[in-house]
């Protein structure tokens, strides 16, 4: 799926697609995008920036968060990817409902992946204990 080729959908509301790969900012700002099924997608940078209905995401295969892929995605208060092992920078920055996070495989986390979400504290991020490596850029 191509750069921006969702980008502003206003009129979307739920996603489901059996797509591996997607450019940047595919669905940039569908601000009533609200539930999203990506069973073989790979990340990609701002894959759902400003997506602020966004609730509900299925990413299973996802093994690397790009930079701001989940950015001001303001209903986002849940969030579980199992194959996640890379969280790159400002992930899920502006998240501000963001509570819990669920990453059983993560191994590196940039520093500021999670910038500015005001309900999540450490202890509702839930990964293993070599989650304290951070990212090498």
Known sequence: IGMYAFAGCDRLRSVA??????????FCGC????????????????????????ESVSMPVAWRLRPRVFWACSSLATISLPSVRVVEQQAFAYCNRLETVFLPNLYAVADDAFKDCPRLSNDKIFAPDRSKNTCPW
């Open 17 to 26: 697609l059996d797509v591996q790969y997607f450019e940047e900012c595919a």
């Open 31 to 54: 601000s009533r995008l609200r539930t999203a099924s990506l069973p073989y997608a790979r990340s990609s940078v701002e894959l759902f920036a400003n997506c602020t209905a966004l």
